[in-house]
């Protein structure tokens, strides 16, 4: 019995599906990774990259192989055998064979054609966003002291829209993050970059010249994450407030089962216990609220960027398509008037050119009685 109970609790640190491709059950991220460590030589999780002799040798063994036949193996699979063109020419890696012989290239082909035929390029955003990865791959730092420990466990985490822009609140992440087991959940906070942060309050018809002295990021600073029934806050600056005490009245005064609170700026990932592939949730500014999926739990490998200062790693943005004026359809909108005359609809979005130009005479002085609201349009994390 006592060696039942203990293998059950072991299997409690593991990740297990509970719904097949949708999420697992819950576990513990240091557990897991403890668990990992135990099982796995360090040669398997070592940064230290093999000679060529060695692995060919290892390979050889594993696969019951002669030497022989590994060498035979290492010519019929060179990358040399795969060349399309004459050894002797530099080939442009842009420009594929009009008679490609391999299926890769031949499907490369028909994606050029078709966007030749439509007349389609690659954007500055899709450039940016292919080179998110790539550009990390196998990075390594420049002092000792900055590298990644090995063993150190890596999660995969999306951040989706707010709910309140439902065309992509269900479908896309606004953006991926690697974070290591030893980040805190505030690092996190700081990582998400949301429009709502920018945020400039108040309404400034009569004074457009007028610096505003915050964005929202700076006046309000609480928040909070939500991970399998605890309420983590953000609790590092004087201005912070418990704002999931709300929540927590609530539940409590409708039998709900209790939910306990801790700080984020005190929790580390490898002290979570998570489900992956389970929607948690991420509130600041008192509503706005995005969802958190944790996507992956593994550890550090030798191809990973292995430099700690660039983490957390972003490794993918969403391109959202900027909101143009209303009047000039050129410019990306700065100002939201409401009951404003000069518009043709309520509310109304301008440039500010546009805006000044309609709303006020040579000499600055407002014309009409209308309100204006500082607007930081979306596409500015492009």
């Known amino acids: 019995m006592a060696a039942a109970k203990e293998s059950t609790d072991l299997n409690a640190n593991i990740p297990d599906y509970e719904y097949a491709d949708v999420n697992t059950k819950a576990f513990h991220i240091g557990s897991f990774r403890n668990e990992w460590l135990k099982r796995l030589k360090p040669s398997s999780y070592s940064y230290e990259r093999e000679d060529e002799d060695t692995f060919d040798a290892n390979f050889a063994k594993d696969m019951g192989i ?32 009009e008679d490609p012989t391999l299926k890769t290239l031949i499907q490369r082909k028909k994606k050029q054609d078709h966007k030749a035929s439509l007349k389609l390029t690659k954007n500055r955003h899709s450039l940016y966003a292919d080179e998110l990865e790539r550009l990390t791959f196998g990075r390594e730092p ?13 999660l995969t985490i999306n ?18 993050l690697l974070m290591t087991g030893s980040h805190s959940l505030a690092e996190l906070r700081d990582a998400i970059c949301c429009v709502s942060d920018l945020q400039v309050c108040g309404e400034f018809s009569s004074t457009p010249d007028m610096a505003p002295d915050f964005i929202s990021k700076d006046h309000f600073k609480s928040a909070f994450f939500f991970f399998e029934g ?31 609170q801790s700080k984020m700026e005190d929790t580390r990932f490898a002290d979570l216990t998570v489900k992956v592939g389970f929607p948690y949730l991420y509130c ?18 030798k191809n990973d960027c292995l430099d700690k200062k660039l983490y957390p790693l972003l490794t993918h943005k969403h391109r959202v398509i900027t909101k143009k004026c209303t009047v000039c359809h050129v410019f990306i909108g700065r100002w939201l008037t409401t009951n404003d005359p000069f518009a043709p609809s ?3 979005l301008f440039c500010d050119k ?28 492009n």
Not at 68 to 92: F, G, I, N, W, Y
């Open 230 to 260: 605890v309420f983590y806050n953000d609790m590092r600056f004087p201005e912070c407030q418990d704002i999931s005490m709300t929540t927590i009245e609530w539940a409590k005064a409708r039998n709900f089962p209790p939910y306990s």
């Open 159 to 176: 951040v989706y829209y707010p709910a309140i822009i439902d065309k992509f609140s269900y479908i896309r992440p606004h953006m991926t």
């Open 66 to 97: 002669s030497a022989e036949t590994m060498a035979d193996l290492k010519s019929v699979c060179s990358v040399d055998s795969l060349r399309c063109h004459p050894e002797d020419q530099t080939p442009d890696p842009d420009v594929v064979p």
């Open 346 to 348: 309520d509310p109304c």
């Open 354 to 381: 546009c805006f000044r130009m309609l709303h006020y005479d040579a000499e600055g002085i407002k014309l009409g009685d209308f309100l204006a609201y500082p607007y930081v349009d979306p596409g500015a994390f």
């Open 142 to 154: 420049d002092a000792v002291t900055d590298i990644i420990p090995e063993g150190e466990v890596i």
């Open 284 to 301: 600041h500014q008192g509503d706005c609220e995005h969802l958190v999926i944790i996507t992956d739990v593994r550890l550090a490998h």
